[in-house]
């Protein structure tokens, strides 16, 4: 029943999501040519918020605990699971303050209106997953970039997304260089709960009547501990607040 009341209600949807992306465009081009890398992230965020706004239509909603552990005045790496795309977006605006950058995968640079301009122009980095040595000096440049501004860098370490919520195995080499590179950040680990649930018909019709739940654990400061240490303790904490 659920599948078939979504059909029309998620035409709407994708209409007005579809709407706002084409309607930043432009607005995030003359922000950042214009009036620079403030303007443009305020024009991301503002984004964000309308494409969060768009999801109530499917009865979702975001809830993230915790956003005051959060440290200030120092960069942050966010290590998180990953389950769809509504992960990317609830971040960027929730997590606004801390001018988050993404490791994305290569083909989201190109085709996607205001999306792939934020990617290619926002501070974030793509990698091609078929090419690991490109990938290091990419994400060795993001985590130069976040420990000289204070910004934060966003990575989901299992690779690619979930698509019933089960956590899979973290790999360890980005989020190594990461740390390496911004010696004096902290890794913040998020778990997030039923994103997946937005996409669990595929891309059309939409899930509806989510809440998707964003923990924040405890930040741990990357000059305390060994990588080993950091990374067993960073899977740990993400994966006992997934729902089963």
Known sequence: MEKLISYPISVIYYLCFGLFLVIFHPIQWICLNVFGYQAHKKSVDYLNF????????????FVFRNINKIPKGAPIIFVANHQSMYDIIGM??????????????????????????????????LIDRKDPKQAIPTIKGLSEYIEKHNRSAVIFPEGTRSKDGKPKEFA?????????YAPSAYVVPISIN?????????????????????????????ADFSFEDLIEKTEQAVVQSLHK
């Not at 309308?50 to 909603?61: H, S």
């Not at 360890?172 to 390496?180: A, M, P, T």
């Not at 997946?196 to 509806?208: H, N, Y």
């Open 172 to 180: 360890q080499s980005g989020l190594k260089i990461l740390c390496k």
């Open 92 to 125: 960027i605006w929730y997590l606004r303050k801390f001018h988050a950058k993404f490791v994305s995968k290569k083909e989201l640079g190109r085709g996607i209106p205001s999306v792939s301009f934020n990617l290619r122009h926002g501070g974030s980095v």
């Open 50 to 61: 309308f494409l969060v706004k768009c999801t109530n239509l499917l009865g979702t909603w």
């Open 194 to 222: 039923n994103s997946w649930k937005m996409v669990k018909f595929g891309a059309f019709p939409m899930g509806l009547g989510n809440r998707l739940e964003f923990i924040i654990h405890e930040p741990m400061a990357v």
